[in-house]
């Protein structure tokens, strides 16, 4: 049972943008902690960004800060990552994920209920 579905990965040059999504067909996002990870080939699942409970507090990892946004569209139901000035090292299949109330430790798969299949981003030199 698919709970959560990505969308918005594609092919891209280095230094452009992606937008990705985050829905949860049938439930809402509020009062949850959602995350974006990613894994790289031959890599671990890696931390990219969270969404923190309903307060909406947003962290980042150091390696996309500065670079992408995450945000929630409480009327639409979905969370975005934007990703800006995108590089090649950013090349990895993006997952979402999501917890009940305000994890303190998002930056980890484990504190995470629900997953997406996730949505392949590729940057291009």
């Known amino acids: 049972q698919v709970q959560l579905v990505e969308s918005g990965g594609g092919l891209v040059q280095a230094g452009g943008s992606l937008r990705l999504a985050c829905a949860r067909p049938?439930?809402?996002?509020?009062?949850?902690?959602v995350g974006w990870f990613r894994q790289a080939p031959g890599k671990g699942r890696e931390f990219v960004a969270a969404f923190r409970g309903s307060g909406g507090v947003t962290t980042y990892a150091d390696s996309v800060k500065g670079r992408f946004t995450i945000s929630r569209d409480s009327a639409r139901n979905l969370v975005y990552l934007q990703m800006n000035n995108l590089k090649p090292e950013d090349t990895a299949v993006y997952y979402c994920?999501?917890?009940?109330?305000?994890?303190?430790?998002?930056?980890?798969?484990?504190?995470?209920?629900?997953w997406g299949q996730g949505t392949q981003v590729t940057v291009s030199t």
């Open positions: 994920a999501a917890a009940l109330g305000s994890v303190s430790s998002y930056y980890t798969t484990t504190a995470y209920d629900y």
């Open positions: 049938g439930r809402t996002f509020s009062f949850y902690t």
